[in-house]
T-cell receptor, first 113, second 115 residues
Framework: GENVEQHPSTLSVQEGDSAVIKCTYSDSASNYFPWYKQELGKRPQLIIDIRSNVGEKKDQRIAVTLNKTAKHFSLHITETQPEDSAVYFCAARTSGSARQLTFGSGTQLTVLP | DAGVIQSPRHEVTEMGQEVTLRCKPISGHNSLFWYRQTMMRGLELLIYFNNNVPIDDSGMPEDRFSAKMPNASFSTLKIQPSEPRDSAVYFC?????????????FGQGTRLTVV
């Protein structure tokens, strides 16, 4: 089955700096890669996703890049703000009838004011 | 739509007792997922239903865990008997069949504490 590894497990940045979180996946058949943000005590919520037919997607301060050859994808947050502090999860889904997401272990991002 | 609804939000029970967690997916979503979240193991998929049929239950930790989906608008996850190591936040999520790869919407979760 799919295996998703996520790094780093914790990340602290100064407000206004950029943050980068990286994930690798094992199944070359995976074709959908969402990123979820989970604030303390709340549910995971989708912030951005990318499909295997594109290499980059951007939404305001958030961008995701995908390298299918190397089987890795990254989340980039620019101009970080304190409200960006949360746990971020990457995930991968394989095409076909199996539609469940395999999640990475999460990254605790802390933005220091 | 109110989103994925889970109940109860919090559950405290004694070891050995039966626990039932409930989930109402978003109307029209045909895929439903149960996840367990702990500090040690992160988000783990327990079981996945498609059109009310269990597709993959390989993540169910042991026979004490069982899940049902009697209709498109309701699912339960049961633990019998419960043990302290079952303490975790249990999330239910659902997704829409319209496109091959769509977002999974999570419920608010049930925080289970087994003492």
């Amino acid at each position: 089955g799919e295996n998703v590894e996520q790094h780093p497990s914790t990340l602290s940045v100064q407000e206004g700096d950029s943050a980068v979180i990286k994930c690798t996946y094992s199944d070359s058949a995976s074709n959908y890669f969402p990123w979820y943000k989970q604030e303390l005590g709340k549910r995971p919520q989708l912030i951005i996703d990318i499909r295997s037919n594109v290499g980059e997607k951007k939404d305001q301060r958030i961008a995701v890049t995908l390298n299918k050859t190397a089987k890795h994808f990254s989340l980039h947050i620019t101009e970080t703000q304190p409200e960006d502090s949360a746990v971020y999860f990457c995930a991968a889904r394989t095409s076909g009838s199996a539609r469940q997401l395999t999640f990475g272990s999460g990254t605790q991002l802390t933005v220091l004011p | 739509d109110a989103g994925v609804i889970q109940s109860p939000r919090h559950e405290v029970t004694e070891m050995g007792q039966e626990v039932t967690l409930r989930c109402k997916p978003i109307s029209g979503h045909n895929s439903l997922f149960w996840y367990r979240q702990t500090m040690m193991r992160g988000l783990e998929l327990l079981i996945y239903f498609n059109n009310n049929v269990p597709i993959d239950d390989s993540g169910m930790p042991e026979d004490r865990f069982s899940a049902k989906m009697p209709n498109a608008s309701f699912s339960t996850l049961k633990i019998q008997p419960s043990e302290p190591r079952d303490s975790a936040v249990y999330f239910c999520a659902s997704s829409h069949p319209r496109t091959p790869d769509t977002e999974a919407f999570f419920g608010q979760g049930t925080r289970l504490t087994v003492v």
